[in-house]
DNA sequence: CCTATATTTAACCTATTAGTTATTTAACCT
DNA sequence: AGGTTAAATAACTAATAGGTTAAATATAGG
């Protein structure tokens, strides 16, 4: 058989996540945090040189965590919150597994059900 | 010279975040989070194959999002939401982006400090 | 117009990722 | 012991990611 095609248009909280699980992108989101900045004063701190760090932009622009804006020769480059809005609002729904009076509710309203929960299939004995 | 080392140890965020950037993996934590289930049960109803399967909970598991413990000829997969804790953690610091009221108030500190950032660097003319 | 400055793009390299199939390991059940 | 089921591991592959250096592009300014 032909190798497997697993290629997908990534959803935009992957690409968010992506975005945001390299370090230097995040510093650069948190230098951002302080008001809008050029690309080369984003760089240098980091230690990154122009390229990279262009391509970084590259990628927190795809995401939608950053928008550059040309302003004489240099890129304003300014943080965008929104797909860090949507993460708060996947996030939001795990909460309960670590707010631990949500927990309590939660194990309170598992206990209810009464059975080892018939949707999940952690019986003695799963489903094939 | 040498083509440069840029060989990291990953902290826990980028090791979360990488690992939550997959969407079979967020979808393996969905389906954790109704109860502890078997790799067999996981992989099924994502169209996984059983290697691929384990080799995703073996990053969700280096990442510390799940936990495995053998359970007859069953490993049960158990969601831990620690790491979820420590990202939410971390992605309050931006709240203030996208939260109306936490904007306004924001706005208003920053005007308080009257000069346009010093720390920023994102005057006239920004830091060579 | 020419030159300096700021940033992007191109071409390339290596490591990592996500998948595959085939083989092992582990535990259960006669 | 032998067979069956569950899962992990090995070996391999194609695509992606993050970096590099060198060349191109865009704007400002004498």
Known sequence: MSPAQH??????????????????RRAIL????????P???LAAPLGLSLPATSKHLTVLERAGLVSRHRRAQWRDCRLEAAPLRELAGWLQTYRRFW???M???HAYLEQ????????AGDQKHPGR
Request: charged share 20%.
């Open 7 to 24: 290629r997908h248009v990534p959803d935009h909280l992957s690409a968010t996540l992506s975005a945001l699980a390299d370090p230097n």
């Open 30 to 37: 948190a230098r951002l945090a302080q008001g809008p900045a």
């Open 112 to 119: 209810l059900q009464s059975q080892p929960d018939p949707a």
């Open 103 to 105: 927990e309590r509710l």
């Open 99 to 101: 707010d631990d009076s």
């Open 39 to 41: 690309v080369g004063s």
